[in-house]
C-alpha cells in the first residue's frame, strides 16, 4: 500500500507543475527558530528540494532569528507556509483569522499527535524536580513557543505554593534563552540551572526520546543526554500544525499536502530530518485542534 501511494504521488509530481505555474510564482516556507540558521536549512533543504520539483516553480526557505519571525511573515503574506507550534498558530489565528489554515499535524510512532514540554538539568547538579530549583536560573526558550514558554509558565506555577515564574520569586532568575537548541546548550554548558524544550516522550531518554529538540540536539552531538535529567514533564500537548496561507491556489494547497503526508513513505531520510526524529508522518488536522491552547493563548494577553 505505502509503494502504491508514493507511486501515486509521483505521478502527481509529473503532472502538477504546468498547473501550479500559472498560478504562483514562487513558493516560501518559514521555519521556525529553535536551531541555529544553518541547521534548520539543512533539515529542510531535502523538504524545499521535493516541493520545488512537484511544484514546478522556485522554493525558499526563510530562518528569521525568532517564532515571530515566521508569524509576521504568514501574517504580511510574504510566506506561504510554515510548522508552527500551537502557541505561534494561536497568535496568528488571533492576530487574523483568515491568514493561514492548519492542514497536517506530526504523527507520533502511537498514533497521536501530542508532545510534552520537558523540565531538565545537568546530572551533576544534583537537581532532580522543581523543588530544587529555588533560587536557581531557569531558562524559557521563545515567547512565541508552546513548550518552550506558554504551557510551562502556566503548568509550573501549579507545581508548589511558592512557585511563580517572576524572577527572584522563587526561582533566582527566569530568562529567555531564544530557542530550543539554546535552552539545550545553555543547560548543557551550565549557563543556567535548568529550562524547558519538547519532545515527544516516547523511545529512550538516552536518545532524547524518539523525536524533538532533545533528540535533534543528541543526534548533533550538542548534548550527552546520559550527562542531563528531567525534572518536570507537562500534560500532553498537541503538536504543533503545518499552515498554508489561506490565499494560496487550491491545487498549490493539495500538492503540498500531499508532498508532506507521502514523506515518510518516499524519503525516510529526509522525513526524520524535517521531523526533528522518528515519527509515524503526518495527518490532517484543522482549527478545532487548537481551541485550547488558543484560548491559554488569551490568558496570557
Known sequence: MTKLFAAIVATTALVSPALAQDKIEEFRIGVLGGENA???????????????????????????????????????????????????????????????????????????????????????????????????????GDPNS????????????????????????????????????????????????????????????????????????ADAGLVDMNQIVEIWKSKPIPEGPIVLRKELPERVKLDITTLTASLPYMDADCAYNFMAGEALGFQPINHDAYQSIIEARKSKM
Open 146 to 217: 508552546t513548550s518552550g514558554y506558554l504551557i510551562p509558565s502556566i503548568e509550573i506555577p501549579t507545581q508548589g505554593e511558592e512557585i511563580t515564574m517572576e524572577s527572584g520569586e522563587y526561582f533566582g532568575e527566569v530568562k529567555f534563552t531564544g530557542g530550543h537548541e539554546q535552552t539545550i546548550v545553555a543547560v548543557a554548558n551550565g549557563d543556567i540551572d535548568a529550562g524547558v524544550t519538547w519532545a515527544d516522550g516516547m523511545g529512550a531518554w538516552e536518545d532524547g526520546y524518539n523525536s524533538g529538540a532533545l533528540r535533534k540536539a
Open 38 to 140: 544553518q541547521d534548520r536549512m539543512a533539515s529542510n533543504e531535502c523538504y524545499r528540494a521535493a516541493a520545488e520539483e512537484l511544484l514546478g516553480v522556485p522554493v525558499k526557505l526563510f530562518t528569521p532569528a525568532d517564532y515571530d519571525g515566521v508569524i509576521q511573515g504568514l501574517l504580511g503574506g510574504t510566506l506561504d507556509m510554515a510548522w508552527l507550534g500551537a502557541s505561534a498558530y494561536a497568535k496568528t489565528y488571533l492576530t487574523d483569522p483568515d491568514a493561514v489554515e492548519p492542514v497536517m499535524v506530526k504523527t507520533n510512532m502511537d498514533k497521536s499527535y501530542g508532545y510534552y514540554s520537558v523540565g531538565f538539568a545537568r546530572k551533576d547538579s544534583g537537581i532532580t524536580s522543581l523543588d530544587d530549583m529555588k533560587g536557581k536560573t531557569f531558562g524559557f
